[in-house]
């Protein structure tokens, strides 16, 4: 995906977007992963996001626990703001940090040491990893779905979610069925969206749009 565009189908209602953060520094130790900032590029190109996708605005938006998040939510801000059009900082959403997280930082941080990024990622996804460490994919994927759908349920303008790389993978290969080994990691400020269109509920990712059937509960 351009960093500086996310193409949205033609749609009367509101959308909810859920994107990377911004580009940061390179992670050297798992251990500081959290920790570090956007660079300059990132803030640049979270500016030139907010200015494309301001012919949607009105925009509410939120972000992870995680600073760079924040970051990133604010320099889009700034970009929607830029252009003469409407945007909020609405403050942070716990669940787009790591709500699937359910054992501690260190525990995770060693097994990704031992096996690798995409291989940890791998085992996550395929349910060969401890429920006591980290949730299922489809409990996960649900977590992170129910965010988008509440917000497009309760509010009256679009809304823009800035998280991380594990909640696009989840989304993407729960619901598009798009393993990282095949199409790679999710690119920053790559994300996806979702929309009601005739009572029913659709999420997108690049040029691919699914429809999404909800429990009853």
């Given at each position: 995906m351009n960093t500086t565009s996310i193409n949205l189908p033609d749609n009367s209602g509101s959308f909810a977007i859920m994107l990377r953060h911004a580009e940061r520094f390179p992670i050297h130790n798992m251990a500081d992963a959290l920790n570090l900032p956007l660079t300059s590029k990132g803030k640049n190109?979270?500016?030139?996001?907010?200015?494309?996708?301001?012919?949607?605005?009105?925009?509410?938006?939120?972000?992870?626990?995680?600073?760079?998040?924040?970051?990133t939510a604010d320099s889009i801000r700034e970009g929607i703001l830029s252009v003469n059009q409407q945007a909020t900082l609405e403050g942070l959403v716990l669940d787009l940090g790591g709500p699937y997280i359910t054992g501690n930082w260190e525990a995770i941080v060693s097994s990704i040491e031992q096996m690798g990024h995409a291989g940890f990622v791998r085992k996550w996804f395929d349910n060969e990893l401890p429920s006591n460490l980290i949730m299922s994919l489809p409990k996960a994927a649900h977590i992170q779905l129910?965010?988008?759908?509440?917000?497009?349920?309760?509010?009256?303008?679009?809304?823009?979610?800035?998280?991380?790389?594990w909640n696009i993978m989840i989304m993407r290969e729960y619901?598009?069925?798009?393993?990282h080994e095949e199409i790679g990691d999710p690119d920053y400020l790559d994300g996806v969206y979702a929309f009601f269109n005739n009572g029913k509920l659709h999420i997108g990712y690049h040029e691919h749009v699914r429809t999404i059937t909800l429990p009853d509960n």
């Open positions: 190109d979270a500016y030139l996001l907010g200015q494309n996708l301001a012919r949607y605005s009105p925009f509410t938006i939120y972000h992870s626990p995680v600073p760079r998040c924040r970051e129910m965010i988008l759908v509440n917000q497009l349920r309760s509010h009256k303008t679009s809304t823009i979610n800035v998280t991380h790389d619901y598009f069925k798009f393993r």
